[in-house]
């Protein structure tokens, strides 16, 4: 069964830290993996992703403050979050990209797997 499942998130004050994971199972271990997040009433933005190869991507918001890595022979995907302000609030997702890894379609464009999400509370 392919599945996400993310922990770590939680309350934290500005200017602190959080590194929440999330473990992936079935196929998708394999895949380009990544975090969004979400706050009521706008879309989900991209924060990260990492290729099965370790190449590396993050939004301009996040650049110098997140560190976005895989342990494979653990199949878990990781974002270590430090300085954090209270505008990073929000639920992160973890994903995978099925529809390149598995199909060869344009990274991230489709077929996208989602975990549960997580809340990250950033209080100041």
């Known amino acids: 069964q392919e599945q996400l499942v993310e922990s770590g998130g939680g309350p934290v004050q500005a200017g602190g830290s959080l590194k929440p994971s999330c473990e992936a199972f079935?196929?998708?271990?394999?895949?380009?993996m990544g975090w969004y997040r979400q706050v009521p009433g706008k879309e989900r933005e991209l924060v990260s992703t990492?290729?099965?190869?370790?190449?590396?991507n993050y939004a301009d918001s996040v650049k110098g403050r997140f560190t976005i890595s895989r342990d494979n022979a653990k199949n878990t995907l990781y974002l270590q979050m430090n300085s954090l302000k209270t505008e990073d609030t929000a639920v992160y997702y973890c994903a995978a990209d099925l529809g390149q890894c598995l199909a060869g379609l344009p990274a991230w464009a489709s077929d996208i797997r989602w975990g549960q999400g997580i809340q990250v509370t950033v209080s100041s």
């Open positions: 079935g196929s998708i271990s394999r895949c380009g």
């Open positions: 990492i290729s099965s190869d370790g190449t590396t």
